[in-house]
T-cell receptor, first 111, second 112 residues
Framework: SQTIHQWPATLVQPVGSPLSLECTVE??????LYWYRQAAGRGLQLLFY??????ISSEVPQNLSASRPQDRQFILSSKKLLLSDSGFYLC??????????FGPGTRLTVL | DQQVKQNSPSLSVQEGRISILNCDYT??????FLWYKKYPAEGPTFLIS?????DKNEDGRFTVFLNKSAKHLSLHIVPSQPGDSAVYFC???????????FGTGTRLTIIP
């Protein structure tokens, strides 16, 4: 069966510090991978998605970036965090289009 | 531009009664719709989906209805149980499009 892992589960970072969130998927090959953010009281905002290694599509211009160094690994990064980057970050995977399956999420607080 | 809208941010229902969650969309290209359930500090869990060739899909206590002419879908939960208390998101996509567009969610509270 397929599983998706995200770490860390929670993170508190000062403004201006770098960020690296990691997501890995097991039990499937060549998945589509997604990064979402849920800000407090808001819906799910798609940040990036990837249909293959090295292929990244950005949905929202911001100071975040994503990379996919391996087939089942997706990384969300920032060189300098802003207060507005606080939120709940979710990684998801799918096979083709349709249902997406989400990881447990990372709670990021920028102080 | 909010293409998928959930106009009720919250809903309270007595245990055992029917819960009805609503969702409206504006993009006529959407032809596949999904409902997700989310508990606090967890990732959303897929519940049920429906394609535009159908107007109803059932899975146990959960039924999704689609009214294409009104660009409206709803999720019915019968009977409602305390464990159903969560935030429910509807989502939509167009055929062959890898992306989902999510609504802002409705917080459902089941009152014992």
């Amino acid at each position: 069966s397929q599983t998706i892992h995200q770490w860390p589960a929670t993170l508190v970072q000062p403004v201006g510090s770098p960020l690296s969130l990691e997501c890995t998927v097991e039990g499937t090959s060549n998945p589509n991978l997604y990064w979402y953010r849920q800000a407090a009281g808001r819906g799910l905002q798609l940040l990036f998605y990837s249909v293959g290694i090295g292929q990244i599509s950005s949905e929202v211009p911001q100071n975040l970036s994503a990379s996919r160094p391996q087939d089942r690994q997706f990384i969300l990064s920032s060189k300098k965090l802003l207060l507005s980057d606080s939120g709940f970050y979710l990684c998801a995977w799918s096979v083709g289009w349709g249902e997406q399956f989400f990881g447990p999420g990372t709670r990021l607080t920028v102080l | 531009d909010q293409q998928v809208k959930q106009n009720s941010p919250s809903l309270s229902v007595q245990e055992g009664r029917i819960s009805i969650l609503n969702c409206d969309y504006t993009n006529s290209m959407f032809d596949y719709f999904l409902w997700y359930k989310k508990y606090p500090a967890e990732g959303p869990t897929f519940l049920i989906s429906i394609s535009s060739i159908k107007d109803k899909n059932e899975d146990g206590r959960f039924t999704v209805f689609l009214n294409k002419s009104a660009k409206h879908l709803s999720l019915h939960i019968v009977p409602s149980q305390p464990g159903d208390s969560a935030v429910y998101f509807c989502a939509a996509s167009a055929f062959g499009n890898e992306k989902l567009t999510f609504g802002t969610g409705t917080r459902l509270t089941i009152i014992p």
